[in-house]
């Protein structure tokens, strides 16, 4: 890490996304907050989650052709783009009419959800990109530290600023921080070597497009269920991103300072993810650091649902946190290795929709599930697609062996 550090591209990159990231997520933060505890805010957030998901699953395969088509560099800024004007907009709305509706709280979130989209699949095909692939097991564990570096921050100041400053000013703050991520990106020198046999890459068409990542992902196919089923804690991070704010609220009966805590102590196990995990991919693999990380995402949800107290809660995030991020480096790294660059866009896109899908599923189960019990049965469900995931993580980890030393070749 300290070989990365001391690169200029790295620097950029590492600024860029603490920049972007403290803004989007004190936005993250504060907009579910302010949906929940609005009248019925519970299952208007719920709807707006499953609504944003579908939208998003709608559009993912499109996306995934699209940059396969062009620029990475160029798909990365344009997202920026996307989270400065839809950010704006709604600030200056918000200022123009002196008052927050509950659509524009909606808006909000849709826009920050489709900049996540956005962002990080043009991201990752980018970083795959430009550095070699002897970097990228300590690249995604420096990210992993930005990253949730960032997000502690946010979760400090999304608790203190929610209930004390109006929403538009947050908003004129993250926009902000969306255009100086733009102009510190827009300096990186960037080759568009997946371009140069354009002729072999299809069309932006959602069929041919999804027909394409599943050709290449049939072929293999226990490297397959083992990428889907070490997906599954990042999707319920995502869905647990619905439940999170209702627990804290009505079933810790605590206040925003609560909700923003639990996110700086995610924050914090995952920033020990990304300094640690490398180090024991390096001597146990990755195999091992996954099955380590998914039994500490079991024990959390578990925490969570057999014990509603608060200093139980801030060790499940913690260790949440931990175990979510943990699995998110080890699976990048193997990702990295094992699909070519040529084709990263499709096949990403194959395990977004995958992604989408699932979440989708499992947010409209919770929508269901919330308003007739509580939120700690929803993680209860959760606990049991974990296990589930965890079970074919398992059946297919010897694959991890090979493709850590030998990359799958292009198709």
């Not at 083992?226 to 999170?244: D, E, H, Q, R, W």
Request: net charge positive.
């Amino acid at each position: 890490m300290k070989t990365l550090l001391r690169d200029t591209r790295v620097q950029r990159l590492l600024l860029a996304n603490v920049t972007g990231s403290v803004g989007s997520g004190v936005t993250i933060i504060a907009v579910p907050w302010l949906l929940v505890h609005r009248a019925n805010g519970d299952q208007l957030y719920g709807w707006a989650t499953l609504g944003t998901t579908i939208a998003l699953f709608l559009f993912m395969p499109y996306y995934g052709a699209w940059l396969d088509r062009h620029s990475r560099k160029t798909m990365l800024l344009a997202g920026e783009l996307f989270g400065f004007f839809a950010t704006i907009s709604m600030a200056v709305w918000a200022l123009a009419t002196g008052r927050v509706e509950t659509w524009q709280l909606v808006v909000s979130y849709f826009s920050g959800m489709l900049y996540y989209t956005l962002h990080y699949p043009a991201k990752y095909a980018f970083l795959q990109q430009i550095f070699a692939r002897s970097q990228y097991q300590s690249l995604m564990g420096l990210l992993e530290i930005q990253g949730q570096a960032a997000m502690m921050i946010a979760g400090g100041l999304g608790s203190v600023l929610v209930d004390r400053v109006p929403l538009a000013v947050i908003l004129l703050f993250d926009a902000f921080t969306y255009l100086f991520s733009f102009f510190v990106q827009s300096t990186l020198s960037y080759e568009s070597t997946h371009l140069r046999d354009a002729a072999t890459i299809p069309p932006a068409n959602v069929w041919h497009s999804m027909a394409e990542g599943w050709r290449w992902l049939r072929e293999r196919p226990r490297l397959s269920v083992y990428f889907a089923c070490t997906l599954v804690p990042f999707i319920v991070v995502m869905v647990g991103n619905y439940l999170f704010p209702i627990y804290v609220s009505e079933v810790l009966h605590a206040s925003a300072a609560v909700f923003g805590v639990g996110e700086i102590a995610f924050a914090i196990g995952a920033m020990l993810a990304g300094a640690l995990v490398p180090l024991l991919v390096t001597h146990r693999g990755a195999g091992h650091a996954i099955v380590v990380a998914n039994l500490l995402c079991l024990a959390s949800v578990a925490a969570i649902v057999v014990a509603p107290v608060r200093p139980a809660y801030y060790a499940a995030v913690l260790l949440f946190g931990f175990g979510n991020a943990g699995t998110r480096v080890a699976r990048s790294t193997l990702l990295f290795l094992a699909v070519p660059n040529a084709v990263m866009g499709r096949v990403g896109m194959f395990f977004n929709v995958y992604d989408r899908v699932l979440r989708t599923l499992l947010t409209f189960a919770m929508t269901l599930i919330v308003p007739r019990a509580s939120a700690t049965a929803g993680f209860a469900v959760l606990l049991l697609v974990l296990l589930a995931a965890f079970a074919g993580t398992l059946a297919s980890r010897d694959i991890t062996a090979k493709t850590a030393i030998v990359p799958a070749p292009a198709t």
